[in-house]
């Protein structure tokens, strides 16, 4: 395994592109820390974005694993052309030929995408935490360290859609279509989720099945945060617009994009032996 | 000595064409091997086969006696294929190092196989920026990193200058002289009559003969002949059963024999029957006549 993430890290590392993106997605994995300086000093109206609750324990994990996240289309990126540069090298062949076996090779890209995602969780954690440990108003132990399925969702996220990217990469072999398509494939989920709630079912079973789309199973792990900071609740209850938004992360949301995952690792092999290259 | 390689009735398909028909032969250690054949008639799809690169639609194939499996297998094979396929952002020595990853061997012999391979002195300088000649020269180094057993080369060079040509070339013959078995595709016939023991001749994926190289045609040679009165030598020569096919071009006769005979005595007999030759020449078929004549004797 070891051995294979060498392998895997050699032609990363020595990619001066996916150098350079790999690093911007670390340095803005801690700019969110940046958010903190955000202050309006106009007069009367004072803004201090930290002041407001965002970095209270345990709101911060979910809003700063949310936010993070987005962040993701960077990597996606490197793994995509990861990827596909083998292809457009010839490298693939050459691997193989050399006595990589097929499933070592999708072994080594799997195996790099789970060290992103796992060292990705590991930087929000440890950013979020200090950011919590300055600015938070609650520091009690059990407080900090609750809500943290967050993370995990942020964890399986990450994989699941590098997952897919990797799978991608393969399908189509250029890294430039396959970033297209996968742009693509999230306006198709999107419309085929209005088609289905317009013409076919309901609009409540029409969103119970767009969460088993592959993109917006792994979006629909962490829900948007904003509904639940104190500020927007009191606006809220201002207008008269009570909001019982459900931002919990369940089991079967977990269990769907492990599915998709395993599916999207299991046809990239499946694709690779079947190709004569 | 022992096999290395046994391949039992390869078949590929792309569609309807088949590129590879039940194709079967022996590698045996220590020898060089040529497989033979126009463009297109299958070599490079069999050794794809072989390298685990190209799936294969019946037969079988085992390497070292089918001990291991073939990527493990294929850890102690150097091979080429076609074009140098490395990373071009990477230096010589970046690239020798993922490929002893890859062969899971020690990264002492990278300076040893650049050397060999007249690399040494641009081992720091980007694949990207090496000549095609280099980039095939890194691919024999690379191929060369883990000792192998049995190096395979698919046409190594294709597409490089004279000079190039002859580098490969000399290289080639270094690594034969160590004792290595080669397994050489190649559609220049002078390459593989230069350095192989032994050829496997294939057109349109079938066998049409393997075994050493001067057993490929029940040949005993032929005469080119030259004299002042061509049609009396013709005359003459058409009436010896000893001979037979006769073909005359640019002022120069050519007697297939059919049987044994020295030089010596085709010109004692002529000169008996008053004919002078101003050129005798007796000659064994080259590879690449005998190559024609095999693949034409199948049309």
């Known amino acids: 395994m070891v051995r294979l993430l060498q392998i895997e890290f050699i032609k990363l590392w020595n990619n001066r592109a996916s150098r350079i993106l790999i690093a911007s997605y670390f340095i803005l994995l801690t700019s969110i820390a940046l ?15 930290a002041d407001q609750g965002i970095f209270n324990f345990p709101y911060i994990w979910h809003f700063n694993s949310y936010i993070t996240a987005i962040f993701k289309l960077f990597l996606a990126i490197v793994i995509v052309s990861m990827m596909a540069n083998e292809y457009s090298n010839k490298t693939i062949k050459q691997n193989l030929i050399d006595g990589l076996s097929k499933k070592e090779f999708i072994l080594s890209k799997f195996l790099t995408v789970t ?41 399986f996220k990450l994989m699941g859609f590098f997952s897919f990217c990797l799978f991608l990469g393969i399908l189509i072999k250029r890294s430039a279509f396959a970033l297209g398509f996968l742009i693509l494939w999230a306006i198709l989920e999107q419309v085929f989720f209005g088609l289905l709630g317009w013409k076919v079912m309901s609009w409540e079973a029409a969103q119970r099945v767009k969460n088993f789309f592959p993109l917006e ?49 299991y046809l990239s092999h499946a694709l690779l032996k079947k190709r004569d290259l | ?126 694949f990207r920026t090496y000549s095609l000649g280099m980039k095939q020269r890194l691919a024999i180094a690379s191929a060369l ?37 080669i397994l050489l595709a190649s559609h220049l016939l002078d390459e593989v009559e230069k350095v192989c023991s032994h050829v496997v001749i294939l057109r349109k994926g079938k066998k049409l003969y393997s075994g050493p190289v001067d057993e490929m045609l029940a040949s005993h040679g032929f005469f080119e002949l030259k004299s002042n009165d061509m049609e009396q030598l013709h005359a003459f020569l058409e009436k010896q059963a000893i001979f037979g096919k006769l073909t005359q071009e640019n002022g120069l006769l050519t007697a297939y024999l059919k049987e044994e005979l020295a030089a010596e005595e085709l010109n004692q007999m002529l000169f008996k029957e008053g004919i002078v030759l101003s050129h005798l020449m007796k000659r064994k078929e080259s590879l690449e006549e005998q190559f024609l004549t095999l693949t034409q004797n199948e049309n």
Not at chain 1, 36 to 41: E, H, P, R
């Open chain 1, 115 to 155: 060290a992103f995602s796992l060292v990705s969780t590991l930087f929000v954690f440890l950013v979020s935490l200090i950011l919590g440990l300055i600015y938070s108003d609650y520091d009690e132990f059990s407080i900090i360290f609750s809500d943290l399925e967050f993370l995990l969702a942020f964890f």
């Open chain 1, 35 to 49: 958010v903190a300086a955000i202050k309006f000093d106009i007069g009367p109206v004072q803004f201090h974005l």
């Open chain 2, 1 to 126: 000595m022992g096999t290395i390689l046994n391949v039992d009735g390869l078949t590929k398909k792309f569609g309807h064409l088949v590129a590879v028909n039940q194709l079967s032969f022996t590698i045996e250690k220590g020898n060089v091997y040529g497989i033979l054949g126009p463009n297109g008639s299958g070599k490079s799809t069999t050794l794809g086969i072989i390298l685990n690169v190209v799936n294969r639609t019946s037969g079988s194939f085992q390497c070292f006696n089918g001990t291991t499996s073939t990527h493990e297998a294929l850890k102690k094979v150097g091979a080429i294929i076609e074009r140098p396929n490395f990373y071009p952002y990477m230096t010589a020595v970046q690239n020798l190092k993922l490929v002893c990853k890859i062969k899971e061997v020690s990264v002492d012999k990278i300076a040893e196989k650049l050397e060999l391979v007249g690399l040494l002195d641009r081992q720091h300088s980007k």
């Open chain 2, 145 to 181: 990193l883990n000792d192998p057993e049995i190096l395979i080369l698919d046409e190594p060079t294709n597409g490089l200058d004279p000079q190039g040509i002859h580098q490969i070339r000399q290289i080639i013959k270094k690594i034969a002289g160590q004792g290595t078995t």
């Open chain 1, 217 to 265: 199973a792994t979006a629909n792990l962490i829900k948007e945060p904003f509904s639940r900071l104190s500020a927007v609740q009191n606006i809220g209850e201002q207008i008269g617009e009570s909001m019982n938004f459900d931002y919990h992360v369940y089991w079967y949301e977990f269990l769907i994009v492990i599915l998709w995952t395993l599916i999207f690792v």
